[in-house]
T-cell receptor, first 115, second 110 residues
Framework: NAGVTQTPKFRVLKTGQSMTLLCAQD?????MYWYRQDPGMGLRLIHYSVGEGTTAKGEVPDGYNVSRLKKQNFLLGLESAAPSQTSVYFC??????????????FGPGTRLTVL | KQEVTQIPAALSVPEGENLVLNCSFTDSAIYNLQWFRQDPGKGLTSLLL?????REQTSGRLNASLDKSSGRSTLYIAASQPGDSATYLC?????????FGKGTRLHILP
């Protein structure tokens, strides 16, 4: 199993450009999450999905959109990138939620710089 | 609102010493607590998961404890090694969300 993978690993954008980050998991997990990690701010939840075809807002959703058309994929989109979106983005997945057995698995991250 | 705090933010310890990392949370109604390790420029690696009904979990030189009533968890690392140098994060699971602390940056001095 590859676990959780993210594409791309690095990206540099100019202000106003758009891009999509792809997260894929091969563990048949129901729940998927997108986080951003910034120095001094810790990990903050952007959006999450409780199953195929569903999405929900997290703590910092503004400026991002997501889609979960297939159970194994969770896409994060930036329609008009801003310098404030320079960050490291992590995707994660869990098999269950609201469960004692819920263990979260993370991807390797995407380092995004917006100039 | 659930808040997770990790103190200290950074810690330096001579090699070979035993050490304890702390994690506290404000809402005791959690399903589990997970400890992660993050190396610089890397993703998060799960170390230990403690279910809400458990008091502790062990893996090798690591032992994590959970006291839900007081809102505290500790990660004990025995006989520390330079390879243990990393940032350690705790996270609590409640409902659909998992809330992270900001981590403790650990440096083991050779």
């Amino acid at each position: 199993n590859a676990g959780v993978t993210q594409t791309p690993k690095f990206r540099v954008l100019k202000t106003g450009q758009s891009m999509t980050l792809l997260c894929a998991q091969d563990m048949n997990h129901e729940y998927m999450y997108w986080y951003r990690q910034d120095p001094g701010m810790g990990l903050r939840l952007i959006h999450y999905s409780v199953g195929e075809g569903t999405t929900a807002k997290g703590e910092v959703p503004d400026g991002y959109n997501v889609s979960r058309l297939k159970k194994q994929n969770f896409l994060l989109g930036l329609e008009s990138a801003a310098p404030s979106q320079t960050s490291v983005y992590f995707c994660a997945s869990t098999k269950y939620a609201a469960s004692s057995y819920n263990e979260q698995f993370f991807g390797p991250g995407t380092r995004l710089t917006v100039l | 609102k659930q808040e997770v705090t990790q103190i200290p933010a950074a810690l330096s310890v001579p090699e070979g010493e035993n050490l304890v990392l702390n994690c506290s949370f404000t809402d005791s109604a959690i399903y589990n607590l997970q400890w992660f390790r993050q190396d610089p420029g890397k993703g998060l690696t799960s170390l230990l998961l403690i279910q809400s009904s458990q008091r502790e979990q062990t893996s090798g030189r690591l032992n994590a404890s959970l006291d839900k009533s007081s809102g505290r968890s500790t990660l004990y690392i025995a006989a520390s090694q330079p390879g243990d140098s990393a940032t350690y994060l705790c996270a609590v699971n409640r409902d659909d969300k998992i809330i992270f602390g900001k981590g403790t940056r650990l440096h083991i001095l050779p």
